[in-house]
């Protein structure tokens, strides 16, 4: 075991071009330097994100210090390493690290919290713009290095997290600190099981959040749901939670609805039973159309279907969904000249470092599924296998265990 100070070699699945399996290899991780913290990463869990990114079809967004985009990448940045939900223990911390210790419980964040920006300072989001600048483009943002190497190779890093590697390293500010359950000496078991759970809460908090904080849906409201994945069915789950009266899920594959309703949704729409445009099959149910939208797929055809089916006057809807670069929305002006609204939404509307602990404890609590969403577990050796898992349809989830 590496003391504090060493670079630590370890495994990591590594993403060498675009559309090429991840290779397992022997990745030298160097330790922290000032503002950063160095994680031993217990858990992981794959997501579209990753796939997209992986395939070449992710635009890395290179971002000034407004956080505005000054240039884009279409190929991304390879080799790298992906992953981006995951949770495990400090390892070592660098200067100038207070809130976190080695020990402690950890969940990276792609979405930093400075609390000192100006967009963390508004009280109007939860972007915040200190790191953009280096997490845009693979390093780090004290030297613009990267961390992580093969035999003097750097590795770019991927949204600040870079969690397909059993050691990583974050910027302080992107690391939500949560309250151990057990000392982990006396309770591995519990504790392992907490770890496995907590490393899906990053897609959970994305559907809760777009309902809780994005839309803010109110109880009674009519709900429409494009797109019955993992995202699709947590929102439907921040729905529910929320008293909406109908929520209704749309989705080709009919299969998903069995296991929709056991997250909230009460009614489906598959677009392929339907001559008329999704959207026109919606307002004829709806008397007029939906109170809220939530588009969950990344399709900008499918997010302009979320649009227009939308109530005329009050009808908003939220883009959950990333699409594939160079991709553009579009809709008539009239849409938004009455009334409807067209929002979209970035970790779903949550403070990473302040209301990531709050989401673990409404799980601790049970207030919100987890488990629930976990359709297969595998090692860090089986990614490739993974990935192809999750481009089924009847994987919600894969988690990876990282030290097997």
């Known amino acids: 075991m590496a003391t504090q100070g060493q670079i630590i070699t370890c495994k990591a699945a590594v993403a060498w071009e675009p559309n090429k399996p991840l290779v397992i290899e022997d990745v030298q991780v160097a330790p922290p330097q000032a503002g950063e913290v160095r994680v031993k990463v217990l ?44 949770a495990g223990i400090v390892e ?14 950890v969940i990276p964040c792609y979405q930093a919290e400075c609390r000192e920006c100006k967009f963390c300072k508004s009280g ?3 972007l915040c713009g200190k ?3 280096a997490t845009g483009v693979g390093v780090m943002l004290t030297d613009r290095q990267s961390r992580f190497s093969i035999n003097g190779k750097p590795i770019y890093h991927f949204m600040g997290t870079s969690t397909f590697s059993q050691y990583t390293v974050v910027h302080d500010v992107s690391v939500a600190k949560i309250d151990p359950i057990a000392p982990l000496d006396k309770y591995k078991l519990i504790v392992i099981f907490w ?7 990053y897609t959970l908090h994305i559907g809760l959040g777009a309902v809780w904080n994005t839309a803010k849906v109110e109880p009674g409201s009519i709900v429409a749901i494009f797109g019955l994945g993992t995202v699709g069915l947590a929102v439907a789950e921040g729905a529910k939670a929320a008293g909406a009266s109908r929520i209704i899920g749309i989705d080709i594959d009919s299969k998903k609805y069995d296991t929709a309703k056991n997250f909230g949704v009460n009614e489906f729409i598959n677009p392929k039973d339907h001559e008329k445009p999704i959207q026109q099959v919606i307002v004829d149910q709806t008397d007029g159309g939906v109170d809220y939208s939530f588009e969950c797929i990344g399709n900008v055809s499918v997010m302009r279907a979320a ?33 409807r609204v067209w929002k979209g939404t970035a970790f779903g509307g949550f403070k990473s470092r302040s209301q990531v602990p709050w989401l673990v404890d409404k799980y601790l609590k049970k207030e919100i599924k987890v488990d629930e969403y976990i359709t297969h577990n595998l090692t860090l050796a089986d990614i490739n296998k993974a990935f192809d898992l999750m481009h089924e349809g009847g994987c919600l989830r894969v988690v990876l265990s990282m030290h097997v």
């Open 43 to 86: 858990f992981t869990a794959l997501c579209h994100t990753d796939a997209y990114t992986w395939s070449g079809k992710m635009l890395i967004h290179i971002m000034d210090q407004n956080s505005d985009i000054v240039s884009l990448d279409p190929e991304g940045l390879f080799p790298c390493i992906l992953g981006h939900e995951a």
């Open 92 to 105: 070592s911390v660098g200067e100038g690290v207070t809130e976190v210790q080695p020990g402690d419980h």
């Open 124 to 126: 109007k989001t939860n």
């Open 131 to 133: 790191v953009r600048l």
């Open 195 to 201: 770890f496995h759970d907590l490393c899906i809460l």
């Open 307 to 339: 649009l227009e089916c939308c109530h005329k006057g009050w009808g908003t809807s939220v883009i959950v969904g990333v699409a594939a670069s160079g991709q553009e929305i579009s809709t008539r002006p009239f849409q938004l000249v009455t009334g």
